[in-house]
């Protein structure tokens, strides 16, 4: 849900609204993350933004559990006839981020066994290999598969997002320059060894994200 900002929001029966901080109606890719911590004497529920904390409220000791099924999109009977939004790599996890983690692992976009929380995956629908089909595929290894119904549209960007992390590849690196900063190039080619005070040690690139949704 959004307030008259469009910011994302996050409501449930364990604390009241909470809301980001940051628009996400204005055409670029944002990472969204809900953490619920249930530490005994901190119970929280936080809202995060592209590794940001947003905001926080203190959840109460009503339980989430449910026999609801998953939806993603427009619920049946409840709110916006029409919504229209794009989403990819959906990730839900069995244990709380610290705001460290958010920051860190939220704009990973591809996860695997390398992820420090893999063994945590409820579920995990990115997307990627279902562009054009009627699913969303499971990759956690819970099979937890969706089918998708209603009005939705595929669609594949190729986008630079500063805060994502998608994986290098071999090309990548026969592409851009890695590890060394263009000044810092151009002073070795004409045989000038920079100095450390000159603050030239090294710039990494970030890759374009290509990113398939619906």
Known sequence: MRDGDNKVGWNSNISSQVFGTKRVNDGEWHSIAVVVSRSGNADSVKMCTDGELNAFNTANQSSLANNAPLVIGKKAGDGNTSPDFLLSNLQIYNTAFSNK?????????????????????????????????????????????????????????????????????????????????????????????????WGLEGKSWTPTLLVSTY
């Open 101 to 197: 983690e958010v920051a860190e692992l939220a704009g990973i976009t591809h996860v695997d066994a390398t992820h420090p929380k893999y063994t945590n995956l409820l579920g995990y629908w990115p997307g990627y290999e279902d562009a054009g089909t009627g699913k969303l595929s499971d990759m956690s290894g819970n099979n937890h598969h969706m089918v998708l119904s209603g009005p939705y549209n595929w669609v594949t960007f190729s986008d630079v997002v500063s805060y994502f992390q998608p994986p290098i590849r071999d090309s990548f690196y026969r592409m851009v320059p890695n590890a060394v900063d263009v000044p810092f190039f151009i002073y070795q080619w004409f045989g000038i060894i920079p100095k450390e005070s």
